[in-house]
């Protein structure tokens, strides 16, 4: 009777680390979807501040964008098993895509009526 207890304690802990498992990638898979838009709005817009020479703005988007990059990375680099890097690229190419389409659309154009 002790062996079926500690089998079904056994049973019952393991579903519960799977859970936690899964709360954490769905956690880190919002995490970098997030960052990498912000990241990738912020490099859009570096080069379009580029090619206006707003010099003070390029230090500022590229100084948090590539510190955006880095901890990202970092994510990728501890993640634990080759599903959980999968949904992280995931995570992170659709927040790229969907960074650089926000500013294609709808940014690009306020900036460029609001300054010419």
Request: charged share 25%; net charge neutral; aromatic share 14%.
């Amino acid at each position: 009777m002790d062996e079926d207890e500690l089998e079904y304690l056994l049973r019952v802990t393991s579903r519960d680390s799977k859970k936690k498992d899964k709360d954490e990638i769905k956690k880190k898979f919002l995490i970098t979807f997030v960052l990498c838009l912000i990241a990738d709005l912020m490099s859009s817009f570096d080069s379009y501040a580029m090619t206006h020479d707003w010099i003070p703005t390029q230090v500022v988007t590229g100084l948090l964008s590539q510190s955006i990059w880095f901890s990202t990375g970092i994510f990728i680099y501890e993640a634990k098993s080759r599903r959980e890097r999968f949904i992280l690229f995931v995570g992170t190419a659709l927040g790229c895509s969907l960074g650089s389409t926000l500013m294609l659309t709808f940014l690009k154009p306020f900036f460029n009526s609001f300054f010419s």
